[in-house]
């Protein structure tokens, strides 16, 4: 962040000077390996993923709030600078490392056996393996409790049919963490993608985290060992938890975006002339920009917040809802704020706010709508379930 809006704020003293460092040294790799590239892809419509990933690995950010198994085991809080720091650069690559560390490696760790995790885990961090986390299907996103992959058991197998959609890192994993029906409930299976039956064609022509992979699952009679399901996950609860996980990671990365939409029209608004003198020296530019700081620091200090209550070991359900619609809420709005004074500059991919914009459109929809966070709110303020 810029000295200024971390000054008026004075938000580094909320962090130990561990965390901090864990931030400068993902801020760097963010601007020097990826800032100078994100737009060409962003316009091609494509990530070298495979490469970026062993890179996030050697780093140390896949999966890095998890303990053992060559993970780097930090507070919560660090975890969301790093999301933070790299969704400052675009939400497509902090969404790579969300679905890899929050719920491919997240459900493995947290629910897998011990033969799970050791296939997998280590690989995962390092980045040689990539994930990916199939819940959502094409009649059922907010509502996955109706979902219709079914799992059946043959002999000692488990036969999968079914298909998931809108499934990030999709064709380019190694493994997928797969959520099915079963006669016993909603379980999770651990599935590489290389096994007969399991395809993953890509989904494109999306306008928002063109630079990220987003895919459909097909499972046509994919057969796969007892040991495939994760054995600790019974319920929607199973899926539902891995993605808190990754929920928290969004509340602070999307702020990130915000703060480097607004650097972007501070810059801007200093430099572009208009009737005859700086943008930034016209009282409307001000309110614009005091606005928008506002709403980016709130967003830190409750992202930090959050993070506190994280590492402390007791964070609900509720509060990273809050954290979540608030934060991306507050995003593209700022992102949208922001275009407005770059004006017709702001439509084009020279510089980042535009990007931004159209990406946190996908920010507001995954890992729970805005409107599925306001009804877990509501529930928790009356009682009262308004779901159905
Ligand atoms: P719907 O559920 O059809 O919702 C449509 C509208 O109805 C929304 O506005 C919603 O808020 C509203 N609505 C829903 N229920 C209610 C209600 N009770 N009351 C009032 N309004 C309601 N999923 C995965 O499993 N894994 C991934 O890796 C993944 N990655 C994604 C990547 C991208 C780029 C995108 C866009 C999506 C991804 N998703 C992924 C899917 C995402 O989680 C779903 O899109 C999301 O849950 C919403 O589901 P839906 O799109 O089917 O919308």
């Given at each position: 962040m810029s000295q200024s809006l971390t000054q008026l704020f004075d938000?580094?003293?909320?962090?130990?000077p561990e965390e901090i460092e864990i931030r400068s040294t993902v801020r760097k790799f963010a601007a020097e390996r990826i800032r100078p590239h994100i737009a060409e892809w962003f316009e091609e419509g494509r990530l070298p993923a495979r490469e970026l990933a062993v890179e996030l690995g050697s780093l140390g950010v896949?999966?890095?709030?998890?303990?053992?198994?060559?993970?780097?085991?930090?507070?919560a809080t660090a975890y969301g600078l790093a999301c933070l720091e790299l969704e400052a650069v675009d939400s497509g690559i902090r969404s790579l490392v969300s679905v890899q560390g929050s719920l491919a490696m997240f459900s493995i760790h947290h629910w897998g056996s011990e033969e799970q995790k050791q296939q997998w885990l280590p690989s995962m961090a390092a980045g040689r393996a990539i994930g990916c986390f199939g819940l959502t299907e094409p009649d059922h996103g907010s509502d996955?409790?109706?979902?219709?992959?079914r799992a059946v058991r043959d002999g000692g197998d488990w036969v999968l049919n079914g298909t998931k959609m809108w499934i990030t890192n999709g064709s380019i994993a190694d493994v997928a963490v797969v959520w099915a029906q079963t006669e016993e409930g909603i379980r999770g299976f651990v599935v590489?993608?290389?096994?007969?039956?399991f395809s993953a064609p890509e989904i494109r022509a999306?306008?928002?985290?063109?630079?990220s992979v987003t895919s459909e699952l097909v499972l046509e009679d994919v057969r796969l060992p007892?040991?495939?399901?994760?054995?600790?996950a019974q319920g929607l609860r199973g899926p539902l938890t891995s993605l808190g996980e990754a929920r928290f990671g969004i509340v602070f990365g999307a702020i990130g975006a915000a703060r480097d939409c607004l650097e972007t029209a501070i810059d801007y608004a200093q430099t572009r002339q208009v009737f005859g003198k700086p943008?930034?020296?016209?009282q409307l530019t001000q309110a614009k920009l005091a606005d928008m700081a506002l709403e980016v620091g709130k967003g830190h200090l409750l992202a930090y917040h959050l993070g506190r209550i994280k590492d402390r070991g007791d964070i609900t359900p509720e509060q990273v809802s809050t954290g979540k619609l608030n934060n991306v809420r507050e995003a593209i709005a700022i992102a949208r704020e922001c275009r407005t004074i770059l004006?017709?500059?702001?439509?084009?991919?020279?510089?980042p706010v535009i990007r931004h914009a159209n990406n946190l459109e996908s920010v507001l929809t995954y890992e729970g709508t805005s409107e599925v966070h306001q009804l877990t709110i509501g529930k928790a303020l009356t009682g009262s379930a308004a779901f159905r």
């Open positions: 938000l580094d003293s909320l962090l130990t896949l999966g890095m709030h998890l303990d053992g198994y060559d993970c780097a085991g930090t507070s996955p409790a109706g979902m219709r992959t590489p993608t290389g096994t007969p039956g999306k306008m928002s985290l063109r630079a007892a040991a495939a399901m994760l054995p600790l943008l930034a020296g016209y004006a017709a500059n702001g439509i084009t991919l020279e510089y």
